[in-house]
């Protein structure tokens, strides 16, 4: 039944429309995305609803629904509701006065009603299936265009009288509407309220409110001939937002529910309160409201043709038509209908679960029927009887002949359903369909049926969908365009068909159908009717006739009726087609076991021309015994005989492919690791990745003994073991099978001990793997029920259900499979976010992922067929299936499937007899089986190695698979074939089973020594020529070899069509071929075509990789090798190929083509003609294809195909017969095929070539029974697979019989959204429990999809993920750090002085302050700094290496990478569960609270108070003492220097940081190993608010606003001026408590952000007098480093100490001494109070610890660092001083700006920069101070003079530091001449006497630095500078800022 318009996506890019459509639906409670549907349809429905406008259609349960539609994506507001008043009356339906407002209780009852209001309907939330009655003023109600409602309201109570209510809100307290939202008169007003001409009040029309659901209304909204449905229901925000007009959101159209059986069983949907009108009588009384209803949410359209009822060859009914005609009755209604009786129900339903040979103890009318005895007999089939309308008579006598079913039954309920949800427009506006229509219909249905179709229910629902919305889009339109009224008006009806007319209507109907249907009228009830249609098939006269219709239409106008189905074909289809699986297996080995197959047997006998086979073959063997015997030995010794002369015979076809992962296997493991990754980083904690360090898995695989192998043999040769650490090297496969669970009777034991290996191990991330995953859907409670049952029946769900998977947070569970379609349920338990798809291997033209190998899947075989004239690779044997149907009617009491196997055995062991030499055997064989026989005994012979190729014969049923073996082998060894080829016979439970010599074979060809070495897997066979008995009900995902040449699935069970079920069997032949084919052996650059229709459509993640320009390089032709046949087997197929529309192909994605193997994205053919075709001229079009032989059949060219030219044709012929058997032919999936007659020597070439070489260029043709064929392959008018109707699984059913077709053009997603949305899993189903429906909260966290096309690689893709995922694991658990060896240690002198013990624990005070100060700084961050020279360095520092780039700096630091350890400091990507509190976050409480805190204190080198501010969280307010009454900060508390507690950290941590909220290391949780200590971020003003979001349960010290700009120096400088103001009070606060002030613990730590671990060396000392020792380093926690420090005795003494920086390259001197009196960096412990009077200098940027290490010294302070601890630094690559750029203050200018231009001439036109003026100088001094210091460049013996500051001049320049404070330490100056001297801000310390002390070179160079010109000047007269210096005006410079950022001046002279 076609649909009229094909259609084309809207505008509206995918992706926004698939992400808005999943968001939305997340946050709705309701059902899974619904609006995708509404918002991509079709152009042609834009255009209707533009026409006929478009209409909402309220739904009852959807409270929201107006205002999500007003305001898309917004929450609702949360409503606080006022308490109600003590004592009032709170009941639902009650008003506060406790009377009864439901319309139910009120509908007969007289209100009064004042003029001027009218009575309306309320809805309450808590009461759906209620109205609420009130009684309102009409003019705050909208008139009948939806307009001039006044605003405000005015009502009155009808329960308790109560009047004047002038606000909703308070009226909507009153009669308890307990809202959770704001109460609004428009979402809670709903219907008007009528009276009946009985004076009954009811529901009436609905009230138009502008703007909210009906928006439309005022345009009209209708159905024109084959019109669309309106999308029922695009509820929620994108229905209303999108910006295309939608035709109608129809939130609420209920269909009817999936009712099996009578509708008493299950109660239907009905969506109205009111009376419902059934074709004029009242509802049935079984159809109670019930939670049903939230069930079928259609949304989207169901677009039909036709209008009116079919006539007989109507345009579009056709018998030609595809959709009206093919398929078994397998589909839609049968597949719903539940079993009726209830020991059923739960069980496993599959295909057409109706109760087969039952009959229906329904309501009789008079006495029983009969069925007559030798029904069965007489009629060859059992007639299957549909109930349909009313009452169904019993049936007695001979039961077994009959088939009673429900089916259609329910198919009429449902269809009458539908027009509930029109029940809105109107109390009784639009009728149902009526019964006498729905009959007529479906009279008219079976008389346009084709002799060779069956009847399907999905058809029947359609017609009845599109006739009742044609018959009624008159009514629907006037009742949208009038207003509506109280009453409104009865429309005209169509003069309905009345039970009188229907039996006349029915027959004339039937008339012209030359008697296939036949109708039979009854007087009084069914029974005459049934008797008398017995009567007539006893008699022989329906011989003709294929349905008989009874009708009995004298039942009080209403009638009953009932379908029977006789004509034999359809009869036993849809008779079998009632079993389950289970019951057919069962009849197939009762007819086996019972003998009732002998008479087949005996009758093949009958049908050999020269008498029985048996006899015929043995007389064969004794005849040919001796010469076969003789001639084989001959062959094998010469084949021996040049084995020893020349080796092995080689083939160069036969190559084993090397294990290597394809482009698109390493995509789809991405994908995958990206979607892991989505889930950890969600807020919602379900995955913290961060706590695992390694990964395992288990592979859960189906029962079946070769896939396991097959799954061992993958994981083995993947290296995935060892890449995960979990195997060594030398690994057994017992090892190897731990990974591996086969889902049998054993595995709820190796499950077992999974489970407890990841309960054991949490820090170990375990992936179960459910491999091939919709295999055993059955749920656990089916087995509970049927204990007794096999005991894997719902083993699945028992163990991957189990609450212990779905508990552990460290098991993701990953679904693998090619068909997914039954864990795409409204109950799924896994998120569409959480799907990943296969990636189609084209977009929009471009090669996503280049292949030297190309898939060939489903789509690709079906489009081979629609080629035109090239052999299609899908073919169906049309002489089998007519001896198949011959002999059905001549045993109507055997299975057809035993019939079907016995008469194919037979027609292979004539051909193998045939091709033996018995010639006259041919005609006991189809062409098609002498075909593959030929081919399967006569390959070996063309390769020199004897390579063969595989026949796939695919015999679902193990029984019947055991009689075709045994028949089998039984001919093969008559015929003394047993050397020629194997027939091994393959059983999931089994291994296989193959041959001594086969083996022997095998192993030559594989080169293997192994003597106990046999084939496990069938692609070890490759090579192997063999027919492959296939049995077992499905296949497990069992890969076949590419020697794979034919695949006959002419036995699968056609009768039981399910879109899994039939992609599955079709999977098989799935196949990679060869991309490289060498052109000269092809066509040259033939361009492929494409049906220019389809729509190349990828799912949305990959439309961002597509790429312009045209691939037709990329794109090679699919060879493929005309099936070598020594008959002339091609004209049969040839034209019956040729006799198949050459139409548009299937969808553009086999995703929308049901029978195909990959459902969504494909590794597809090339789209439309490539460019190079495109635009080629017209005459070398021509030439090109006259060169190639017969014209190419272009699928898009107007006009008939041509035909090849005949002479053309011929010639080609004559070429194939004489030069060799086989002709190359080039085909290609989409593209027209076309042959090639290449030169005859290539041909020759080609005669001896071994068939593994064709193997690799051409996929296997396949052959299909004739139903399934014409399933495959046909499409309805608009190009949509016929198949893809098909229900998806056995273990679903559809939600609505009401539902759109899928669309051809549909990726992946779409149809993932589709499957979500429209169907249910049933009872049986593992998913039926997860009642959540759709709601975000009923997915499991954890839990993915993988599908992809059969054979494609899915196995390799996921073990690379479970790669590419431990390698993520481990570089989470890895960190760049910085590992530089220390500089310049060749220039530290060699002390005499050495520690007597190397192993002491602290230094000792007295010895310490002996050792002498290392100036030299040896920090490698530092390797670009100045030199600072002592005088005993002087001499030997002459060379140092050459400087870096500045920008080489950062980039070029050695780093190395390390394992976290447990004590490492952490960023805010690391959540485990013991630190989640540390954080703050945790998922029952709010972010932990905190408050903001001002503290200030003055400080004199400021000259203003300072004010800080502290944000301090709840959990942290014990460290703050804050004074009583007001809660002011008043300090920090401090510990003592006496306390000696172990359990927390007595210094408290100051951390400056800036840039790093995500990236800095902050929680120490694990560092300080839970020990309890304080942590103080410092951060800049405007960062506050992001750190504080990162970080809401650290204290973070708040600098002022003016230190936005500023550097770490100024962090420096307030973190100690803060400690020490800090110290102070408590000294003052605790001595008031009796503690000296000196007990008071002086030490802050300030640490870098980038420290991560911490590092102790642990010393072995050899002897007592040596100074050997040997040393080793471990990993430990900051907290053991800082309770060791702090126990240090005389601590107090000194005032920093500090730590090595980690090195791998750390050598014994540098650990030798275990304490240096030096420079220390990074993580510093300082004691502000000793050092009260050094500052750090606030202004600085960089190297503001050098310069505050050296004033530390100068003041003679002790600075301490500790060489056996060290830090480990992180590299981070945001934030810290790289956070600061420099750039022009010019907004437009984008010129790089380089360090020389940081300074410039005053009053000149430089360009400014916008960066502090301190920063300038100190980038300009690093770069370029060899401009102001000439003298001193490389001239290391002569330095310049830094006075109290150090500045880094750059490592080309070494400097001198003093101090010119009184009583500082200097070094000695006395033994140097400088070559410079620096003054930088000097103070009053600095005089002219002071200056006068040091010596200068001649032309030595001076640079005096000010914050102004005036105090320039100022310094150069108060030190008396031009005495020895000399100035000049141009020597005077500043910073390049403007006057307003306050630049620094300099100026600079030359020593006289």
């Known amino acids: 039944m076609g649909n009229s318009y094909a259609g084309q996506l809207k505008t509206t890019r995918f992706e926004e429309v698939l992400h808005n459509s999943i968001e939305a639906s997340l946050r709705s409670n309701s059902l899974v995305p619904r609006p995708i549907f509404s918002q991509l349809y079709l152009e042609a429905e834009r255009h209707l609803s533009a026409l006929e406008g478009s209409s909402r259609v309220d739904h009852e349960e959807e409270e929201e629904e107006g205002d999500v539609g007003l305001e898309p994506n917004c929450p609702p507001n949360t409503y606080q509701m006022l308490p109600p008043p003590e004592g009032c009356c709170t009941t639902d339906g009650f008003c506060q006065a406790g009377k009864d407002l439901r319309l139910a209780s009120l509908s007969s009852e007289p209100i009064d009603v004042p003029a001027g209001f009218l009575l309306v309907g309320a809805k309450s939330p808590s009461l759906p299936d209620h109205l609420l009655v009130c009684a309102v003023d009409k003019r705050f109600l909208p008139d009948d265009s939806g307009h001039n409602a006044l605003l405000g309201f005015s009502g009155n109570c009808v329960g308790c009288g109560k009047k004047g209510f002038c606000y909703f809100t308070e009226f909507s307290n009153h009669i308890n509407l307990k809202l959770t939202t704001q109460p609004k008169k428009q979402k809670h007003l709903k219907y008007y309220l009528v009276r009946s001409a009985q004076g009954a009040l009811s529901k009436g029309p609905l009230i138009c409110w502008k703007g909210s659901e009906f928006r439309g209304r005022q345009t009209p909204a209708g159905f024109c001939s084959g019109s669309l449905f309106p999308p029922l229901d695009s509820s929620g925000p994108l229905a209303a937002s999108s910006s295309e007009p939608t035709p109608g959101a129809n939130p609420s159209v209920l269909t009817g529910a999936q009712q099996a059986g009578p509708a008493s069983d299950h109660p239907s949907l009905t969506a109205a309160t009111g009376p419902s009108i059934f074709n004029g009588k009242d509802s049935p009384k079984h159809q109670p409201k019930s939670k049903l209803l939230a069930t079928p949410r259609p949304s989207a359209l169901g677009i039909l043709t036709n209008s009116g009822p079919p006539k007989k060859r109507h345009k579009g009914w056709s018998p030609e038509s595809p959709s009206a005609t093919d398929g078994s009755y397998s589909q839609g209604g049968g597949n719903r209908a539940k079993c009726e009786s209830a020991s059923m129900s739960y069980m496993p339903q599959v295909g057409l679960v109706g109760p087969?040979?039952?009959?229906?103890?329904?309501?009789?009318?008079?006495?029983?029927?009969?069925?007559?005895?030798?029904?069965?007999?007489?009629?060859?089939?059992?007639?299957?009887?549909?109930?349909?309308?009313?009452?169904?008579?019993?049936?007695?006598?001979?039961?077994?002949?009959?088939?009673?079913?429900?089916?259609?039954?329910?198919?009429?309920?449902?269809?009458?359903?539908?027009?509930?949800?029109?029940?809105?427009?109107?109390?009784?506006?639009?009728?149902?369909?009526?019964?006498?229509?729905?009959?007529?219909?479906?009279?008219?249905?079976?008389?346009?049926?084709?002799?060779?179709?069956?009847?399907m229910m999905e058809d029947l629902e359609q017609i009845f969908l599109r006739s009742w919305r044609e018959s009624h889009l008159t009514e629907i339109r006037q009742y949208q365009q009038a207003a509506p009224q109280p009453f409104p008006p009865v429309p005209g009806v169509v003069a309905p068909v009345t039970s009188a007319q229907l039996p006349w209507l029915a027959g004339l109907a039937a008339s012209s159908c030359n008697?296939?249907?036949?109708?039979?009228?009854?007087?009084?009830?069914?029974?005459?009717?049934?008797?008398?249609?017995?009567?007539?098939?006893?008699?022989?006269?329906?011989?003709?006739?294929?349905?008989?219709?009874?009708?009995?239409?004298?039942?009080?106008?209403?009638?009953?009726?009932?379908?029977?189905?006789?004509?034999?074909?359809?009869?036993?289809?849809?008779?079998?087609?009632?079993?389950?699986?289970?019951?057919?297996?069962?009849?197939?080995?009762?007819?086996?076991?019972?003998?009732?197959?002998?008479?087949?047997?005996?009758?093949?006998?009958?049908?050999?021309?020269?008498?029985?086979?048996?006899?015929?073959?043995?007389?064969?063997?004794?005849?040919?015994?001796?010469?076969?015997?003789?001639?084989?030995?001959?062959s094998s010794v010469t084949k021996s005989a040049s084995l020893d002369v020349g080796g092995a015979p080689t083939c160069t076809s036969y190559t084993l492919e090397p294990h290597h992962i394809r482009p698109f296997q390493l995509a789809v493991a991405q994908k995958l690791l990206s979607h892991v990754c989505s889930i950890a980083d969600s807020s919602t904690q379900n995955l913290d990745l961060g706590s695992f360090e390694k990964v395992d898995f288990l592979i859960c695989i189906p029962p079946s003994e070769v896939t396991y192998q097959q799954t061992l043999f993958h994981v083995w040769h993947s290296g995935v073991l060892l890449e995960l650490g979990l195997e060594k090297e030398h690994m057994t496969k017992q090892r190897v099978e731990q990974y591996v669970l086969k889902l049998d009777a054993e595995a709820q034991t190796k499950f077992k001990s999974f489970l407890q290996n990841s309960f054991q191990n949490p820090h170990t991330l375990f992936v179960l793997i459910h491999d091939h995953a919709h295999w055993d859907l059955v749920s656990s409670t089916v087995h509970n029920l049927y204990s007794q049952s096999d005991p894997s029946v719902g083993l699945v769900d028992r163990l991957l259900n189990c609450r212990e998977v779905k508990e552990a947070s460290n098991i993701v569970t990953l679904h693998v499979t090619s068909f997914p379609y039954a864990l795409q349920t409204q109950h799924t338990l896994i998120s569409p976010y959480n799907e990943i798809h296969w990636p189609a291997s084209y977009n929009n033209g471009a090669d996503l992922y280049p292949e030297n190998k190309k898939y060939f899947g489903l789509s690709e075989f079906i489009e081979s067929t629609l080629s035109g004239h090239s052999l299609p690779l899908l073919r169906y044997d049309s002489s089998f299936e007519a001896m198949v149907t011959v002999l059905g009617k001549r045993f109507p009491r055997l299975h057809s499937a035993v019939i079907r196997t016995f008469v194919l055995v037979q027609h292979y062991a004539a051909a193998m007899m045939a091709v033996s030499?018995?010639?006259?055997?041919?005609?006991?064989?189809?062409?098609?089986?002498?075909?593959?026989?030929?081919?399967?005994?006569?390959?070996?012979?063309?390769?020199?190695?004897?390579?063969?190729?595989?026949?796939?014969?695919?015999?679902?049923?193990?029984?019947?698979?055991?009689?075709?073996?045994?028949?089998?082998?039984?001919?093969?060894?008559?015929?003394?074939?047993?050397?020629?080829?194997e027939i091994i016979l393959s059983n999931p439970s089994s291994g296989i089973t193959v041959g001594k010599h086969f083996v022997k074979q095998l192993k030559m060809w594989k080169k293997i020594e192994d003597a106990e070495w046999r084939p496990q897997t069938y692609l070890e066979l490759e090579g192997l020529p063999c027919i492959l008995i296939f049995s077992g009900m499905d296949p497990h995902g069992e890969s076949l070899p590419r020697s794979l040449r034919y695949c006959d699935l002419r036995l699968i069970n056609s009768s039981c069509l399910v879109r899994t079920a039939l992609e599955q069997e079709l999977g098989l032949a799935a196949y990679f071929v060869s991309n490289q084919i060498p052109l000269e052996k092809g066509v040259c650059g033939e361009a492929l075509e494409s049906d220019t229709e389809k729509l190349s459509s990828t799912d949305s993640e990959d439309e961002e990789l597509a790429t312009e320009g045209s691939t037709a390089e990329k794109r090679s032709p699919v060879k493929r090798e005309r099936p070598c046949s020594h008959d002339s087997t091609s004209s049969p197929l040839s034209s019956k190929a040729s006799s198949k529309s050459a139409g548009s192909a299937l969808c553009g994605e086999s995703s929308a083509q049901p029978g195909g193997p990959s459902q969504g994205e494909q590794a597809r053919t090339p789209q439309p003609c490539s460019p190079s075709e495109e635009g080629r001229a017209p005459g070398d079009k021509q030439r090109l294809r006259a060169s190639q032989g017969p014209a190419v059949v272009h699928r898009h060219s107007p006009g008939p195909a041509p035909q090849p030219d005949s002479s053309l044709r011929t010639s080609q012929r004559s070429v194939q017969v004489s030069v060799t058997p086989s002709s190359s032919q080039l085909s290609s999936s989409g593209s027209s095929s076309s042959s090639t007659v290449p030169a005859a020597g290539t041909l020759v070439l080609q005669a001896s070539r071994c068939s593994m070489t064709k193997a690799c260029q051409q996929p296997p043709v396949v052959f299909l029974p004739k139903l399934v064929y014409d399933m495959v392959t046909s499409t309805d008018s608009s190009g949509l697979p016929k198949a893809a109707s098909l229900l998806p699984s056995h273990s679903v059913m559809w939600a609505s019989s009401f539902r759109p077709l899928l669309s051809k053009t549909m990726t992946s997603t779409e149809q993932s959204l589709y499957y979500r949305q429209w169907t249910v899993p049933r009872p049986s189903h593992m998913d039926y429990g997860n009642r959540a429906e759709g709601r975000v909260d009923s997915f499991h966290p954890r839990r993915l999809l993988l599908s992809g096309p059969p054979q494609i690689g899915k196995t390799g893709a996921y073990l690379q993920f479970l790669s590419i995922l431990s390698r993520m694991l481990i570089r989470l658990t890895e960190v760049d750090v910085y590992d530089e060896e220390e500089i310049n240690i060749n220039l530290r002198e060699e002390s005499e002085w050495h520690y007597l013990q190397l192993s002491d624990p602290w230094p000792d005070l007295e010895l310490f302050k002996t050792l002498p100060f290392d100036y030299i700084i040896h920090d490698p961050k530092y390797e670009d700094a100045s030199l600072i020279c002592s005088h005993h360095q002087a001499i030997k520092t002459e060379d140092r290496g050459p400087s870096r780039r500045p920008e080489d700096l950062y980039l070029r630091r050695q780093t190395a990478r390390m394992r976290l350890s447990k004590y490492a400091a952490y960023n805010t990507y690391h959540h485990c569960e013991q630190c989640h509190q540390y954080m703050g976050f945790h998922p029952r409480y709010q972010l932990y609270e905190s408050t903001l805190h001002a503290f200030a204190f003055s400080y004199s080198m400021l000259g203003e108070e300072i004010q800080l501010h502290f944000i301090i969280p709840k959990s942290k307010e014990h460290h703050f003492v804050f004074s009583q009454p007001g809660g002011q900060l008043e300090s920090m508390r401090l510990p003592l220097v006496t306390d000696k507690s172990h359990e927390y950290i007595k210094s408290p941590t100051f951390t400056p940081t800036t840039g790093r909220h995500e990236h800095g290391l902050f929680n120490l949780y694990h560092a300080m190993d839970g020990a309890s200590h304080l942590h103080v971020l410092v951060v800049k003003e405007y960062e506050m608010a992001i750190y504080k979001k990162y970080w809401p349960n650290h204290i973070m010290l708040v600098l002022p606003s003016i230190f936005n700009s500023a550097g770490v120096g100024a962090a420096h400088f307030l973190i100690k001026e803060l400690s020490y103001h800090n110290l102070e009070l408590e000294r003052s606060r605790q001595e008031e408590l009796g503690i000296k002030p000196q007990d008071i613990w002086p030490f802050i730590v300030i640490s870098d952000d980038s420290c991560v671990m911490w590092n102790v060396v642990d010393i072995d000392c050899g002897g007592e007098r040596s100074r050997e020792f040997s040393w080793s380093e471990r990993n430990v926690s900051l907290k053991y480093i800082m309770q060791h420090i702090e126990a240090s005795p005389n601590i107090t003494h000194y005032a920093l100490i500090g730590m090595r920086k980690w090195s791998s390259k750390t050598a014994s001197g540098e650990v030798r001494e275990p304490f240096s009196r030096c420079h220390v960096h990074d993580f510093i412990v300082l004691n502000v109070d000793l050092t009260q009077n050094v500052q750090y200098n606030q202004n600085r940027f960089l190297c503001d610890d050098v310069d505050f290490n050296l004033r530390v010294q100068s003041a003679g302070l002790l600075l301490c660092r500790f060489n056996r601890f060290s830090v480990m630094k992180k590299q981070i690559a945001v934030g810290g001083h790289r956070s600061f750029h420099i750039t022009s203050k010019v907004a437009d200018n984008p010129m790089t700006i380089v360090p020389a231009q940081y300074i410039c001439a005053p009053d000149s036109k430089h360009t400014f920069l916008a960066a502090p003026a301190q920063l300038l100088l100190e980038k300009f001094l690093q770069h370029h101070s060899h401009h102001f210091f000439p003298l001193s460049l490389k001239n290391h013996g002569h330095p310049v003079l830094l006075v109290d500051c150090y500045l880094n001049l750059g490592s080309q320049i070494s400097v001198c530091y003093v101090s010119s404070r009184p009583h500082s330490l200097n070094i000695s100056c006395s033994d140097f001449m400088f070559s410079g001297l620096l003054l930088y801000l000097c103070d009053s310390f600095v005089g002219a006497s002071f200056l006068k002390k040091f010596h200068f070179l001649k032309d030595a160079t001076l640079c005096v630095i000010c914050q102004d010109r005036n105090s320039l000047r100022q310094t150069v007269v108060r030190l008396e500078l031009e005495d020895e210096w000399q100035f000049r005006l141009r020597d005077e410079f500043q910073t390049a800022n403007a006057k307003e950022d306050r630049p620094l001046f300099f100026l600079t002279g030359r020593h006289i």
């Open 917 to 981: 030499g018995l010639s006259q055997m041919k005609n006991c064989t189809s062409v098609e089986t002498l075909e593959i026989t030929q081919n399967l005994i006569n390959s070996p012979k063309q390769c020199p190695c004897g390579h063969g190729l595989m026949v796939l014969l695919r015999v679902p049923c193990s029984p019947l698979a055991a009689v075709a073996y045994e028949r089998l082998a039984h001919v093969r060894a008559r015929l003394a074939l047993e050397q020629h080829f």
């Open 515 to 634: 008697d296939s249907v036949h109708i039979i009228e009854c007087t009084y009830s069914l029974a005459e009717g049934l008797s008398e249609m017995f009567r007539l098939l006893v008699e022989g006269k329906l011989a003709k006739t294929n349905y008989v219709v009874i009708i009995c239409a004298c039942r009080n106008a209403a009638i009953d009726s009932c379908i029977a189905v006789t004509g034999k074909y359809q009869a036993r289809i849809l008779s079998e087609s009632l079993l389950t699986p289970a019951e057919y297996q069962k009849e197939v080995n009762y007819e086996l076991v019972t003998g009732k197959v002998d008479s087949l047997g005996a009758f093949f006998s009958t049908l050999c021309p020269e008498g029985d086979i048996d006899i015929l073959l043995d007389k064969f063997h004794q005849e040919n015994q001796g010469h076969i015997s003789s001639s084989l030995t001959a």
């Open 356 to 455: 087969a040979s039952v009959t229906f103890p329904v309501v009789a009318s008079g006495e029983p029927v009969s069925v007559p005895d030798n029904l069965l007999k007489i009629c060859k089939a059992k007639p299957v009887i549909f109930k349909g309308h009313g009452n169904f008579p019993y049936l007695c006598g001979n039961l077994n002949d009959v088939v009673v079913s429900p089916l259609l039954y329910t198919c009429y309920q449902n269809s009458q359903s539908i027009s509930r949800a029109y029940e809105q427009y109107g109390a009784s506006t639009i009728q149902p369909i009526s019964e006498e229509t729905q009959l007529l219909l479906t009279v008219y249905y079976l008389v346009q049926l084709a002799a060779d179709q069956v009847p």
